[in-house]
């Protein structure tokens, strides 16, 4: 149960966006997948971005609501809501119509696909 708690607070910090442009909301706009290795397990990562800045980010079946919002810099801030608390970052991204890439500030990169 730690290592999901681990999970969920590090997908809350993965969040981000960079090189978005004007149009970046709408590239960043839908559901998006991964799968990330814990141990010997494959955890599945589900992000939907909302047209209205809210964002859920899901890690198997416990699910985080938050706000996203598209600087003007390109960075998307991100706050999830945890049990007890807040979750902030902001952070870079890479996004095309099927593919996000999220770079979290130590220079980890997680791929996203569109789910269709």
């Given at each position: ?63 985080l609501r938050g706000t ?14 945890l049990k007890d608390s ?31």
């Amino acid at each position: 149960m730690r290592a999901l708690g681990t999970i969920v607070l590090v997908c809350g910090f993965l969040l981000a966006g960079s090189a978005l442009g004007q149009d970046g909301n709408k590239l960043l706009v839908g559901k998006w997948e991964t799968s990330q290795k814990v141990g010997d397990k494959d955890i599945k990562v589900v992000v939907d971005f909302a047209k209205d800045g809210k964002v859920v980010v899901t890690v198997r079946d416990v699910s985080l609501r938050g706000t996203y919002k598209v600087k003007e810099d390109g960075k998307v801030e991100v706050a999830l809501q945890l049990k007890d608390s807040t979750s902030k970052g902001t952070y870079e991204v890479k996004a095309t119509p099927d593919t996000l890439e999220l770079k979290d500030t130590s220079g980890k990169v997680d791929k996203f696909k569109r789910v269709k």
